[in-house]
Each structure stands twice: as C-alpha cells, then as structure tokens.
C-alpha cells in the first residue's frame, strides 16, 4: 500500500522578522536551511511536520561578519560582550564558506568543516543546521565548545545568547525554545592555535565515532576543549582544561614556548578521557571511544603545541627582521 500523502505547508519568509513571525504562530514548523539533515529525515518518515519554515531566502543568514556593535545582533538582549570583535557567523553560513572564507580567522570550526560529508554535503549544510539538529556526533560542536561560541536565538519577543556549552540539553536535543530560531554563532578570533580531529569508521563521509577540538588561549592563559560522539551531548573536558592551563603556567611554558613535557601531554589525555561518557553501538565501543579520545587528545594538543611554537619563530623573525 502506498504510504498516505499529507499536506505539508510551505513558508518562505524573505526577512527575518517574517521568519520569526511565522513561527510565532506555527511553533510547530520545521525550519530548513540547507536540508541535508531535514530531508533525510522526511525521506525516512522520521518527521512529518505540517509546515515547512524554509529559511534560504533570508540573506542575513548566510553571512558572516565582525561584531561591531552596531549590527543587528547588538539589539535589545543581544547579550554581554557584543561588539567585541568577534566574528558573527550567520546561521545558514555553509561549510564551504567557513572553509573558503574563514580558514585563518576559526581555524577550528573550518577544520572541523573540511571532514563534513561531501563537497555537496559541504555546499548546501550549515553550521546553524548542526546546531539545529544537535547530534552528539555534529562535527561543528566540539569547535563551538573549545572556542567559547556563543549561540544568538530570537523570538518574535526577543533575542537572547547561549553559551555553546548551555546550548545542548540532551541526545538530538538544544535550548531553543519552541518559537525560537538560531539567527547566528559569536565566536572570538583565537589568540592562540585550534586543532580538530576525528575519528570514523572510513577517511571520509564519515559520522565521527569519536571527535575532539582544542583551543590554546594564550591571551588569558586558559584552554578550551570539546569532545563530540563520546556523550549524550557535546561537551568540554573542563578538568583537562584546568589542568593544562595549570600546567603550562607553572612550568613557564606559555612564555618560553619549550617542548611540552610527555607527562603533561599523558595526563591532559587521560583527563579528556576520563570526561567522556561513551556508548556502545554499531560505530564502535565505549571503550574504544575512550581510547580514541585519549589519542585524539595528545595528537591535537602535540600539532597545538607545535603551531604555538611556531607562532613564537615567526613574532621574534619579525621582531629581529
Ligand atoms: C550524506 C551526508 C553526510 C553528512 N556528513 C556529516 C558530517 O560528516 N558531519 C556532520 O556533522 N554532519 C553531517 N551530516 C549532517 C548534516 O549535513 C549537518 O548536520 C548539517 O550541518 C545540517 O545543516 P543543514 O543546513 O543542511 O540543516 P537542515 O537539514 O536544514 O536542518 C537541520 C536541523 O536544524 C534545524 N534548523 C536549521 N536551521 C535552523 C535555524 N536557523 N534555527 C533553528 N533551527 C534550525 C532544522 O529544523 C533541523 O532540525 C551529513 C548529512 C548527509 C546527508
């Protein structure tokens, strides 16, 4: 028998103010941007919504910029620290765009883009859609957490930010509320180096079975970390991070810029690991994923180390230059 076709209504709003208007009244509606985990899911039957928030034709969304202040996100409730510099990244900014257009400013987030599906996937997937769908698994997550993003979201009745670490409440599952859109991503250019690896079952098109993003911050002399597809959630590993900052500071080795100590490396690892709550399912074990976490852990932070080394060289070249 043929599946039963039901009506779906379809929305396409040109501004955003019409975006947040239509789903003040049907709260049910389901956003689309770029669609790629949208239409899997309607493909699958996994979700039959009545109507369609299609969200492409709003312009805003798909750019990017530096916070000034004076900018839309800057309104009423836009939350502490706008205006600071920071990059506003438009929720319907694709991959490809991070990759092409962001490289050197969130290094993180456009390495973690660069390991997204296909280049078609990359094209037409946005970071607002990871957020959206927020599986444990989304590659964009564990950059937003090491990099402190926070996520700006409207309503009809106003806007209001959410630190990424706030943002995700359960497996699949975010802060926004039923009215709410995810309008863009602040993020603050990094002060020091951000790495991002994953592990899958294959090199590419990959759901990641264990991911993990760090980020050196030298300027404040702390660390950031986020681990994906190794909890219900995203998450950080805020004891790692304590004690690498710890570690760093004490041994001089934010001003010196000398090899990292094995010890430290190891133990930052093993603290990583140890935040993880894993799984076993058909990707791999629990355990394996805690193992992978581990590794994934000391490589990323031995590539950090080395950039932030590097960056040492190259700022006393030009001194002595
Ligand atoms: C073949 C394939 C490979 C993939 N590979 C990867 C991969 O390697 N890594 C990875 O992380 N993901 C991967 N994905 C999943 C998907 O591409 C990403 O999650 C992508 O970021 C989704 O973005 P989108 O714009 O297509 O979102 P959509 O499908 O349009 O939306 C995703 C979810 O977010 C909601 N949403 C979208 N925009 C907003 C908004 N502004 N406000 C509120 N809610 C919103 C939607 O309602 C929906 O629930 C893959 C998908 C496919 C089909």
Not at 96 to 103: A, C, D, H, N, P
Not at 251 to 257: D, F, Q, Y
């Given at each position: 028998?043929?599946?039963e076709?039901?009506?779906?209504?379809?929305?396409?709003?040109?501004?955003?103010?019409?975006?947040?208007?239509?789903?003040?009244?049907?709260?049910?509606?389901?956003?689309?941007?770029g669609?790629?985990?949208?239409?899997?899911?309607?493909?699958?039957?996994?979700?039959?919504p009545?109507?369609?928030l299609?969200?492409?034709?709003?312009?805003?969304l798909?750019?990017?910029?530096?916070?000034?202040?004076?900018?839309?996100?800057?309104?009423?409730?836009?939350?502490?620290?706008?205006?600071?510099?920071?990059?506003?990244?438009?929720?319907?900014?694709?991959y490809?765009?991070?990759?092409?257009?962001?490289?050197s400013?969130?290094?993180?987030?456009?390495?973690?883009?660069?390991?997204?599906?296909?280049?078609q996937?990359?094209?037409?997937?946005?970071?607002?859609?990871?957020?959206?769908?927020?599986s444990?698994?989304?590659d964009?997550?564990?950059?937003?957490?090491?990099?402190?993003?926070?996520?700006?979201?409207?309503?009809?009745?106003?806007?209001?930010?959410?630190?990424?670490?706030?943002?995700?409440?359960?497996?699949?599952?975010?802060?926004?509320r039923?009215?709410?859109?995810?309008r863009?991503?602040?993020i603050t250019?990094?002060?020091?180096?951000?790495?991002?690896?994953?592990?899958?079952?294959?090199?590419?098109?990959?759901?990641?079975?264990?991911?993990?993003?760090?980020?050196?911050?030298?300027?404040?002399?702390?660390?950031?970390?986020?681990?994906?597809s190794?909890?219900?959630?995203?998450?950080?590993?805020?004891?790692?991070?304590?004690?690498?900052?710890?570690?760093?500071d004490e041994?001089?080795?934010?001003?010196?810029?000398a090899?990292?100590?094995?010890?430290?490396?190891?133990e930052?690892?093993?603290?990583?690991?140890?935040?993880?709550?894993?799984?076993?399912?058909?990707?791999?074990?629990?355990?394996?994923?805690?193992?992978?976490l581990?590794?994934?852990?000391?490589?990323?932070?031995?590539?950090?180390?080395?950039?932030?080394?590097?960056?040492?060289?190259?700022?006393?070249?030009?001194?002595?230059?």
């Open positions: 028998m043929e599946p076709e039901l009506p779906v209504d379809f929305i396409q709003p040109t501004s955003w103010a019409d975006a947040l208007a239509a789903k003040a009244e049907a709260p049910d509606a389901l956003p689309v941007a669609g790629t985990d949208v239409m899997v899911e309607l493909n699958f039957d996994v979700k039959r009545e109507v369609l299609d969200l492409t034709r709003i312009t805003e798909a750019d990017w910029d530096t916070d000034t202040g004076a900018g839309p996100g800057a309104g009423p409730g836009a939350g502490p620290g706008a205006g600071n510099g920071r990059i506003r990244l438009g929720a319907g900014v694709t490809t765009r991070v990759i092409g257009e962001l490289g400013r969130l290094p993180g987030l456009a390495m973690a883009a660069r390991t997204v599906g296909s280049p996937i990359r094209n037409r997937g946005t970071v607002g859609g990871n957020l959206g769908a927020a444990p698994a989304g964009c997550h564990p950059p937003l957490l090491a990099a402190g993003a926070e996520i700006e979201v409207a309503s009809a009745s106003g806007t209001r930010t959410i630190r990424a670490e706030d943002f995700y409440t359960g497996v699949k599952r975010n802060a926004l039923p009215d709410e859109l995810i863009a991503i602040l250019p990094p002060s020091g180096p951000q790495q991002f690896s994953k592990i899958g079952t294959r090199n590419a098109m990959v759901i990641a079975v264990a991911a993990f993003s760090l980020a050196l911050h030298p300027d404040t002399r702390t660390v950031g970390t986020g681990i994906g190794a909890a219900p959630t995203p998450r950080r590993a805020p004891d790692a991070e304590q004690f690498l900052a710890a570690a760093l041994a001089g080795l934010w001003e010196s810029r090899p990292l100590p094995d010890a430290i490396t190891r930052f690892s093993r603290l990583v690991a140890a935040a993880a709550r894993p799984i076993d399912d058909v990707r791999g074990t629990a355990a394996y994923r805690r193992h992978a581990a590794v994934l852990a000391g490589r990323t932070l031995a590539w950090a180390w080395q950039d932030y080394r590097g960056q040492g060289s190259a700022a006393s070249g030009k001194a002595a230059g």
